[in-house]
């Protein structure tokens, strides 16, 4: 039961919309960093702070990848039969409430590449400060090769055997190619999200307001000035009239939002009936993922095993490597092992092993049907698809060292009989992180929709804070970015007056 119905007020300086890990790093940075009135609603349930021990049991649960609060969201397979399920999750906390806990901060390269593409205050050096402090907020720690499981263990020896070097550093910017166990934020068993990092510790500050189960309907405007929203709560409709409005419902919903609001490309909006408020033609478009290729083994007696362990998560280890395509930074491909409940995937056999390429090219869409249902938007990932065959090649190499590592001893062990004969590159997968669909850039950029600071072209007083702003998608698990995004765009409408909370945890800054 959702434990926070505050009664939403008429008017607030700053409405944030979506408290997933964008959205509560930047409303709890804000409402830390000033004395204006902050208002965040969720469209999923806030089960209030973590010390009040109302939160579901599933999704405080490290082990395992929760489906009880999922979108249901999909997009069309590669194989071109049937969808591919797009895990997302509708609670305060985000997918931060439900990820695998791979905790990363990505490499010094992709930051350096945002501010060179025209985004002063997003180099390396300005926000690896944001993101050791998000590392720390999240209580990120390394697992130990002492607590891996059987086949975690194994995996980690079979890719040292195929060459890769022992590393446990995805936590660190330097972090290089290699293999080992993965830093995690998990504390005491506890998936530790970004409700809980950044929302508990100012829940009671006079200056915020948290309304769960608050589906934002539409934006509003006067001329080009953002004037707040239309808020569906409690089987009503209410308008909230705000001074300031930050979209952070992530990469398929923050789109939806702007698109149902009149703010895309005018061809599309003038398509669906909808009234032009701003010609932006990159809103939507640019949808980035990391690509991955599937191995699924039988794991034969693997699930009883695991479950008299007293800790079986499905994913602990992690592996980096350079493709014969990569960038001028440390890695480009990831491999890694789901093996036990296969939890967040239902139906698949006990093990998984995934091959993915991290710095994808193919470009999707997220668009709205005709019924312009937000919650639901047309998500089309175009996996495998960019002119040049970069994502294929890389996943080729990918699938080059996966096919290495299985055939190691130890691991062919645990892993039993491999189930399907298909190529896994006819049926490219996801690893559930979608970025860039409400792209960063000067205006001079055609497909840009926000400029460094987070504010939307044309528009006054709206912005976007979250993983859909990302220019290139970074090269590691995106939910550390995404809470420095959001952390980094309250510090630009702070003035640099919230530092010392960015960089110090402190509450206030006065």
């Known amino acids: 039961m959702n434990t926070s119905h505050p009664t939403l007020p008429t008017y607030v300086d700053t409405l944030v919309i979506g408290g997933g890990t964008g959205g509560a790093s930047f409303a709890g940075t804000l409402a830390a960093g000033s004395d ?53 999750a509708r609670i305060l906390g985000g997918c931060s409430a439900h990820n ?24 390396a050096a300005e926000v690896e400060p944001l993101l050791e402090s998000v590392r720390e907020r999240f209580r990120v720690r390394r697992y130990t090769m002492d607590e891996l499981t059987p086949p975690q263990r194994a995996f980690v020896n079979a890719g040292l055997a195929a060459g890769l070097p022992f590393a446990d550093d995805l936590d660190d910017i330097e972090a290089a190619e290699g293999i080992g166990p993965m830093p995690v934020n998990i504390s005491d068993g506890v998936r530790w999200n970004s409700a809980f990092v950044f929302l508990d510790p100012v829940r009671d ?99 009883d095993e695991l479950a008299a362990l007293d800790w079986n998560p499905d994913e602990q280890s992690l592996g980096r490597a350079r493709s014969s395509r990569c960038d001028d930074g440390p890695y480009d491909i990831h491999v890694f092992m789901v093996a036990g409940a296969n939890s967040g995937h239902p139906g698949l056999p006990p093990i998984s092993l995934y091959g993915g390429a991290m710095r994808a090219r193919s470009e999707g869409t ?20 960019d002119p040049e065959g970069y994502d294929r090649a890389v996943l080729g190499e990918a699938l ?36 860039g669909t409400c792209k960063m850039g000067p205006a001079s950029d055609p497909l840009a929709v926000v400029g460094h600071d987070g504010q939307v072209h044309g528009v006054t007083g709206l912005y976007v804070a979250d993983a859909s702003i990302m220019p290139t998608i970074t090269r590691g698990n995106i939910n550390l970015p995404t809470a420095m995004i959001g952390m980094n765009v309250a510090r630009h409408l702070l003035d640099g007056q919230a530092s010392t909370v960015a960089l110090t945890g402190a509450e206030e800054t006065r």
């Open 36 to 88: 204006e009135s902050v208002l965040l609603v969720e469209a999923g349930p806030d089960y209030g702070p973590f010390s009040d021990g109302a939160w579901p049991v599933d999704m405080l649960d490290g082990r395992s990848i929760p489906l009880s609060h999922d979108y249901t969201l999909h997009t069309t397979r590669t194989a071109g039969e049937g969808v591919l399920d797009l895990p997302r």
């Open 100 to 123: 695998g806990c791979t905790a990363s901060v990505s490499a010094r390269y992709d930051y350096d590449e945002w501010a060179a593409f025209g985004n002063p205050g997003w180099s």
């Open 205 to 303: 500050r006079p200056n915020l307001v948290i309304a769960g189960d608050a589906k934002v309907t539409m934006l509003t405007f006067e001329g080009g000035t953002v004037t707040g929203a239309f808020i569906e709560r409690n089987d009503e409709l209410v308008h909230v009239s705000a001074g300031r409005v930050v979209v952070a419902a992530g990469a398929y919903h923050s789109p939806a939002i702007l698109l149902r609001s009149g703010v895309g490309p005018a061809d599309e909006l003038a398509a669906l009936g909808i009234d032009v408020v701003a010609d932006l033609p990159g809103v939507g478009k640019h949808l980035l993922d990391h690509e991955c290729v599937q191995l699924d083994f039988a794991g034969p007696g693997l699930v």
């Open 366 to 385: 997220v668009t709205l049907g005709a019924d312009l249902d937000l919650a639901n938007p047309i998500i089309d990932h175009r996996y495998g698809t």
């Open 400 to 435: 080059d060292l996966l096919e290495r590592m299985v055939v190691q001893p130890e691991l062919a062990e645990m892993l039993g009989e491999r189930v399907g004969d298909a190529d896994p590159l006819d049926d490219i997968v996801n690893y559930c992180h979608p970025a």
